[in-house]
């Protein structure tokens, strides 16, 4: 492969896919070229944003197989003939099988809007207001074959003063937009490197993910 692209996985709005997209817009060294979108729903309009932006993609509806396993490995054969280094999770809102893990190992990164290990999995804004956190964000971590368990790359978070939920979705969504090219871009420049369960960024060590304040 002549240089780094990466892949696009995406179930909605695709809010975190365009700002993926304007990468190019702001910053040469942190472009990022996607060769392909792929989306579980059909009607998501991060297609749209894929397709106005001459950019490859396909859906596949998950219904029309038997299993999970069966609709991965449907996926992975659609993707063999994109080339890419990366493959994204941005508001991807299925579970990966242990074939498609096994089968991109330590090539999977997602975003996740909590600032991991706290608050796995859906609704985090409302466990947020229940619990009257004093701290949210948002988290990029590798996947592994744990729901939201894999090595946390970074994070990135900002002081809770009003529990509105609304609101807690807007400022999250203001980190992934920056939080989510940045690490893209690292890891397409090889700041990133994740080793043996080793992670480095810019050569130094990190146990449970650096944080980005921005």
Partial sequence: MSSFKIAVFVSGNGSNLQSLIDTKKISNEHSLDIAVVFSNNKDALALKRAEKNNIPFFTLDPNEF???EDFD???IDKLKIFDFNLL???GYMRILSEKFIEEYENKIINLHP???PKYPGLNT?????KNKEIYHGATVH?????LD???IIGFSKFEVKNYDLELLEQKVHELEHKLLPLICSL???GEIKFIDRSLTISGQNYINGKEFIF
């Fill in 66 to 68: 038997n299993s999970r």
């Fill in 73 to 75: 490995e449907a996926i």
């Fill in 88 to 90: 994204v999770l941005a």
């Fill in 114 to 116: 909590s600032l991991l």
């Fill in 125 to 129: 804004h409302e466990k947020i207001i």
């Fill in 142 to 146: 590798f996947v592994d074959s744990g």
């Fill in 149 to 151: 368990t894999g090595q």
């Fill in 187 to 189: 890891i397409k420049n």
